[in-house]
């Protein structure tokens, strides 16, 4: 019986040659796969204390956050008054109060229009300077106490009204 050779070599030796590459390759492979599976759980692992890192940052930032909006709820909206900005302290005129929409200035009954008129100059300077001037406004005896806010808030527009008795 003649023997098969394949380029001088048996059939078993070829044989034991093609098992022992695929051995070779499955351990290979084997070593392969233990060696990835080891980078994938460092890499789950870093992940992990990444997430940890961004939810540690998301919280910081919340926290941020929430102290910003304390913050700003603490922030003034009122305008200063023009003493605070190198104006006299004093009240720049004395109004009375006649009616809800009746004031007494100078002598002359005027509206709320007419009081704007006369301290203009004022009313200028405060809006050039950012600031509000204070106006002393009193009511008259007979004036209710409705007709007394109502004036009061109508000045409030262009003043700071210290309306406060004397």
Same mark, same amino acid.
């Given at each position: *019986?003649?023997?098969?050779?394949? *380029? ?11 098992? &022992? =590459?695929?051995? &070779?390759?499955? +351990?290979?492979? =084997?070593?392969?796969?233990? %060696?990835?599976?080891? @980078?994938?759980? @460092?890499?789950?692992?870093? =992940? @992990?204390?990444?997430?940890?890192? /961004?939810?540690? !940052?998301?919280?910081? /930032?919340?926290? &941020?956050?929430?102290? $910003?909006? %304390? $913050? ?6 009122? +305008? ?16 009375? +109060? ?7 200035? $100078? ?6 229009? %007419?009081?704007?008129?006369? /301290?203009? !100059? ?6 050039? $300077?950012?600031?509000?001037? +204070? =106006? ?5 005896? %007979?004036?209710? &106490? ?21």
């Amino acid at each position: *019986m003649k023997r098969f050779t394949v *380029m001088g070599f048996t059939e078993a030796e070829v044989g034991f040659v093609v098992a &022992a =590459l695929f051995a &070779a390759i499955a +351990v290979a492979s =084997l070593n392969d796969s233990h %060696g990835a599976s080891q @980078e994938i759980k @460092e890499l789950q692992s870093k =992940l @992990e204390r990444t997430q940890q890192d /961004l939810q540690r !940052a998301k919280e910081a /930032l919340a926290k &941020a956050e929430k102290e $910003l909006v %304390g $913050l700003r709820k603490k922030e003034s909206t009122k +305008v200063p008054q023009c003493w605070e900005k190198g104006q006299p302290r004093e009240p720049i005129a004395d109004v009375t +109060v006649v009616g809800d929409n009746q004031y007494e200035m $100078l002598g002359m009954v005027v509206t709320i229009d %007419g009081v704007a008129q006369m /301290l203009a !100059a004022k009313i200028s300077l405060g809006s050039t $300077l950012g600031c509000r001037f +204070v =106006l002393r406004a009193r009511p008259i005896p %007979g004036v209710d &106490a409705i007709a007394q806010s109502t004036a009061v808030w109508r000045l409030r527009r262009f003043f700071d009204v210290d309306d406060r008795p004397r």
